[in-house]
């Protein structure tokens, strides 16, 4: 059984930093992307980075030049380090991946670690 499990949210001022991981652990045979979203209750989830198979990256314009996703392939892990936080950058942010166990590509999500950012 596949598990996104994401780490290292928590409460820093506005203008600090925080580094979110995001481990995939079972049986793995290839991962095709792993995404981070953010969500806010009552407003639905927002797409914030993505790491395709071949490297390739995409960020939604609001964290452009303030986050940085990567990747340890040797680990099955994808970071994601966030600059320059801000109030509005406050929400559970969730890991997402498409992996292959072997069978099939499937979509796995991680259980959110909270990020708050204080003004």
């Known amino acids: 059984q596949v598990q996104l499990v994401e780490s290292g949210g928590g409460l820093v001022q506005a203008g600090g930093s925080l580094r979110l991981s995001c481990a995939a652990t079972?049986?793995?045979?290839?991962?095709?992307?792993m995404l981070w979203y953010r969500q806010i209750p009552g407003k639905q989830r927002e797409f914030v980075a993505r790491?395709?198979?071949?490297?390739?990256?995409v960020y939604t314009d609001s964290v452009k030049g303030r986050f940085t996703v990567s990747r340890d392939t040797t680990r099955n892990t994808m970071y994601l380090q966030m600059d320059n936080l801000k109030p509005e950058d406050t929400a559970t942010y969730l890991c997402?991946?498409?992996?292959?166990?072997?069978?099939?590509?499937?979509?796995?999500w991680g259980q959110g670690t909270q990020v708050t950012i204080s003004a």
């Open positions: 790491i395709n198979l071949d490297g390739s990256i």
């Open positions: 079972g049986r793995i045979l290839a991962i095709n992307k």
């Open positions: 997402n991946g498409i992996i292959s166990d072997g069978n099939s590509y499937k979509n796995y």
